[in-house]
């Protein structure tokens, strides 16, 4: 496929984007639209067949076009305006795959109202928009960081309507994309990756399109300062200031959401100048880790807030869902039983161990990172927790995906994650792995045992001493 031509591989992109805008109209995340579809009735519902059909072929235009390139891609420039192109038809849709930019707009107005969204959900006010939010999430604590819930409540403040927040809130994501295209090349060239090819992998990939700008998730914001940060860092080693500012901006995408986090001790790595040492990881990486803290604890304080949002995380295991494999193991095991009449509920066991298996890694990353690239660790880092988490949406992929672009060498890996992901939540929100969960989960656990087994046999390899000749 690397054979389609370019402008062809544009165009194919644009008539998949705006296919799925016109989904959008007809059928997408609408503040009126049911809150507990089935594929089922959204097929028997009004425009069903051809709302299903205009998502399909939409995202399959737009993967195909995004495929076709991955390693072959003219330019930055072009990669930046064909990006841009595929943009603008969904910019200016209903949200696509979402629903929480309504949410968004519920919590900033509990904010605004004087509410603590850490202690009570967006019912206690109640939100003048209760009945666009999910039922389970009307009553749960914002999981959000505290910069994006005071940006949350300046946007209902300011704009006073639930249009004039999607219309704020999509700026935003906009203003993190843009910021994530200034800074991409910046980091692939200081990783020795073509910026054009990063460009193109990190922002082409149909996701950024639906659930970044058109759902418009904070995820853009925060992936948008992440990158920036460590743009900032890997471009001045070793200089105080750039890796106090790094740091800093690190900290803000920690402030939109937590788990910007895990990258601060690969980005103190990166800051080191030299081979490393202890005395070098805090002589440089001090400065990192510095302003990361500096800010998120001010940040905090200055919003009048408490550290409650940490705690919100723990919601979304609410949400059951064969995409984390953590959960899809639990789910199997559970499903083997019930023909021996046991009824069995392995999810806390396989999540929590999926979360111990999470902690070790990322030790081990760490450690690892120390002699290597500490900036792919990083990618990898962010790619373990999306993957060992309890819960799994699509979006979250962007996360590593975005800075893999810019320090993998090898990149078939996590761009198959990321075009799958692109097919399993269709235009209104409804997330197919739901529907899907007795055949997606056995098959997520037979994936997981197949790596676990390549692994073992590769860490077995490793060991064995070469035969002398």
Known sequence: MSGVP????????????????????????????????????????????????????????MAYAWWSLRDNVPSTRWALITVGLWLLPVLIAPPLASRDVYAYACQGASYAAGIN????????????????????????????????????????KATGSLTGAIVAFRLIAVAGVVLTAVSLPVLARRAGVPAGRAVWLALGCP??????????????????????????????PG??????????????????????????????????????SIR????????????????????????GLDFGWVGGLERGGDVIAWTSPSTAVGQTI?????????????????????????????????WRARTREPLWHAGAALAATVALAPLFHSWYWIWPLAVLAATA????????????????????????PRYTKTVGAPLMTLLVIVLVIRLVRSARAARQPVAAD
């Not at 070098?280 to 919003?303: C, D, F, N, P």
């Open 334 to 366: 559970g499903y083997l039983a019930v023909p021996f009449g046991g009824h069995v509920d392995a999810l806390p066991v396989t999540r929590g161990i999926g979360i111990a298996v999470l902690a070790l890694l990322l030790v081990w990353l760490w």
């Open 409 to 432: 060498q090898r990149t078939r890996w996590f761009t198959v994650v990321a075009l799958v992901a692109s097919f399993l939540v269709l235009p209104d929100g409804t997330g197919l």
């Open 6 to 61: 370019h402008h062809l591989a544009r165009w194919t992109g644009l008539a998949g984007s705006a296919l799925l805008a016109v989904a959008a109209f007809l059928g997408g995340a609408l503040p009126g639209s049911p809150l507990r579809p089935t594929p089922v009735s959204i097929w028997q519902g009004p425009h069903g067949p051809l709302v299903i059909a205009a998502w399909l072929v939409g995202t399959g235009l």
């Open 280 to 303: 070098a990881l805090i002589r440089h990486g001090g400065w990192v880790v510095g302003g990361a803290a500096a800010v998120v604890v001010g940040v905090t304080y200055a919003a």
């Open 207 to 236: 996701l950024v399109a639906v659930h970044l700008v058109s759902g418009a998730h904070n995820d853009a914001l925060m992936v948008g300062l992440l990158v920036a940060g460590l743009a900032m860092i890997a471009s001045r």
């Open 239 to 276: 200089h105080p200031g750039p890796l106090l500012v790094g740091g800093a901006l690190l900290g803000l995408a920690a402030a939109i959401k937590v788990t910007a986090l895990v990258v601060v001790p690969f980005a103190a790595l990166a800051a080191i100048v030299g081979g490393y």
């Open 117 to 156: 969204p850490y202690e009570q959900g967006v019912s206690a006010l109640p939100c003048p928009w209760l009945d666009t939010i999910s039922y389970i999430w009307r009553d749960t604590p914002a999981p959000y960081g505290p910069l994006f819930v005071v940006l949350s409540g300046a946007i209902v």
